[in-house]
C-alpha cells in the first residue's frame, strides 16, 4: 500500500483527475490518497487510516459512519475488480481511495478499474446482499459515481456536524 499526503491530489501511475464532479474538487484542504490491492485486506486497512486521520483532523465524530461507509464503497471495489470482465487486466489489481474535505464534510472516494456502475437494489427482510449502497444513501449526504480512467469513482460525503 502506497500511502501520500498532497493537496491537491497527486496523480499516480492510472490517474486520478477526473474526480470532477464529486463536491469541492476545487476545493485544496488536506487529502490522503491511498493505492491499495484490490483484496479484502485492503478493508480494514482503510478504515483503520480513516480513523486515525479523522483523529488528527479532529473530527472523531464522523468516524464511526465514515469507516462503515469506507468499508462499503472498498468492499464493493474489491468485488467489482474480481469480476470476470476485470480480473485479467493487471489494473485490476488496484483500487485507489482519497479521503478529503469539501466546503461542506467529509468526502469519501474510491475508485476501480471496472467500468460497470453501482446499482441500488431493492432488498426485502430475506436478502442476502444488497443493503451497501442504501447504508451510503441512508448515513452518508450525498453520494455519485462516474467513468474516471476506463474504470470509475463511487464517491460519498458526510457532512460536517452541525
Ligand atoms: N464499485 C462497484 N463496481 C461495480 N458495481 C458495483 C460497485 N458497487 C456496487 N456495485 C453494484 O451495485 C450492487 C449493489 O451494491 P451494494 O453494495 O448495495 O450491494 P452488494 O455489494 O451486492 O451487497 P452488500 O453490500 O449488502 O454486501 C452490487 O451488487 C453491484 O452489482
Ligand atoms: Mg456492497
Known amino acids: 500500500m502506497i500511502k501520500a499526503t498532497a493537496p491537491p491530489f497527486a496523480h499516480s501511475d492510472i ?10 474538487r476545487d476545493a485544496r484542504g488536506p487529502v490522503l490518497q491511498l493505492k491499495l490491492a484490490a483484496r479484502p485486506a485492503s478493508v480494514p486497512q ?19 459512519t465514515a ?10 471495489a474489491v468485488k467489482a475488480s474480481e469480476d470476470d470482465a476485470c480480473r485479467r487486466k493487471l489494473r485490476c ?6 479521503i478529503r474535505l469539501s466546503d461542506t464534510g ?14 441500488v437494489h431493492e432488498v ?15 448515513l452518508g449526504d450525498k453520494w455519485g459515481y462516474h467513468a474516471a480512467d476506463g474504470g470509475k469513482v463511487v464517491w460519498c460525503e458526510i457532512a460536517f456536524p452541525s
Open 15 to 24: 490517474g486520478m483527475a477526473e474526480f470532477d464532479d464529486a463536491p469541492g
Open 46 to 64: 482503510a478504515r483503520s487510516i480513516l480513523r486515525q486521520l479523522l483523529c488528527e483532523w479532529h473530527l472523531d465524530q464522523l468516524s464511526d
Open 67 to 76: 469507516t462503515l461507509l469506507m468499508s462499503e464503497l472498498i468492499t464493493n
Open 93 to 98: 489489481k488496484i483500487i485507489m481511495a482519497s
Open 106 to 119: 467529509l468526502v469519501l472516494e474510491v475508485w476501480d478499474a471496472n467500468p460497470a456502475a453501482p446499482v
Open 124 to 138: 426485502d427482510l430475506t436478502s442476502d446482499g444488497g443493503r451497501g449502497l442504501l447504508m451510503i444513501e441512508c
